[in-house]
């Protein structure tokens, strides 16, 4: 529901696509009266995954970005699929992805990546005592690459840049594994 500062006016499809549909509000700003058209992305809440191998090794993989075009380090995940859990969704998008099968999973919480634009949650799931469990079953558009870090090493690949997809630093911050640098 809008902030009583806004009354919605008109809404209207721009576009529909398979996970993402694209709308176009209209609003007219109350204290003003100005009026103006505002692009809204609508689609389903996804799980990113802070996997821990068995032997403290955080898991990370490599896949191209077709937004930057660009290939980009980040944390297993995925779109949850209806009738999953987040928890569920991280489990399967992290055997997918990597291979690896968690010996548990939990909810560390959920963020909002974009609310000027998009109505989308993630959810940030913790999967520890990780042990590879066979090969990948990419997507047929993914080829991703699996990379293990230390724990202690990744604080330095967020501080140095290697490590610069936003939602996979906010993810690990989630987890309550970032030390910021003194400034």
Same mark, same amino acid.
């Given at each position: 529901?809008? +902030? &009583?500062?806004? #009354?919605?006016? %008109?809404?209207?499809?721009?576009?529909?696509?398979?996970? *993402?549909?694209?709308? %176009?509000?209209?609003?007219?700003?109350? /204290? #003003?009266?100005?009026?103006?058209?505002?692009?809204?992305?609508?689609? /389903?809440?996804?799980?990113?995954?802070?996997?821990?191998?068995?032997? &403290?090794?955080?898991?990370?993989? @490599?896949?191209?970005? @077709?937004?930057?075009?660009?290939? $980009?380090?980040?944390? /297993?995940?995925?779109?949850?699929? =209806?009738?999953?859990?987040?928890?569920?969704?991280?489990?399967?998008?992290?055997?997918?992805? #990597?291979?690896?099968?968690?010996?548990?999973?939990?909810?560390?919480?959920?963020?909002? /990546?974009?609310?000027?634009?998009? $109505?989308? @949650?993630? +959810?940030?799931?913790?999967?520890?005592?990780?042990?590879?469990?066979?090969?990948?079953? =990419?997507?047929?558009?993914?080829?991703?690459?699996?990379?293990? @870090?230390?724990? %202690? %090493?990744? =604080?330095?690949?967020?501080?140095?840049?290697?490590?610069? +997809? !936003?939602?996979? *630093?906010? !993810? *690990? !911050?989630?987890?309550? &594994?970032?030390?910021? =640098?003194?400034?």
């Amino acid at each position: 529901m809008p +902030h &009583r500062s806004w #009354t919605l006016l %008109e809404s209207h499809c721009l576009r529909q696509y398979k996970f *993402i549909r694209i709308r %176009e509000d209209r609003y007219r700003f109350e /204290p #003003t009266g100005a009026e103006g058209d505002f692009v809204v992305c609508e689609s /389903p809440d996804w799980a990113l995954v802070v996997a821990i191998t068995v032997d &403290r090794q955080m898991i990370f993989v @490599h896949q191209y970005r @077709h937004g930057i075009g660009q290939v $980009t380090l980040e944390v /297993p995940g995925g779109v949850i699929d =209806p009738g999953e859990s987040p928890e569920q969704a991280a489990a399967r998008e992290l055997q997918e992805e #990597t291979g690896y099968r968690a010996g548990q999973v939990r909810h560390l919480g959920r963020l909002m /990546p974009n609310p000027a634009l998009n $109505t989308a @949650h993630c +959810h940030v799931v913790l999967a520890e005592e990780c042990r590879l469990s066979g090969p990948q079953q =990419p997507d047929p558009f993914e080829r991703i690459d699996v990379e293990l @870090h230390p724990l %202690e %090493e990744v =604080p330095e690949m967020i501080h140095s840049g290697r490590l610069s +997809h !936003a939602l996979a *630093i906010a !993810a *690990i !911050a989630r987890f309550g &594994r970032v030390e910021l =640098p003194d400034m």
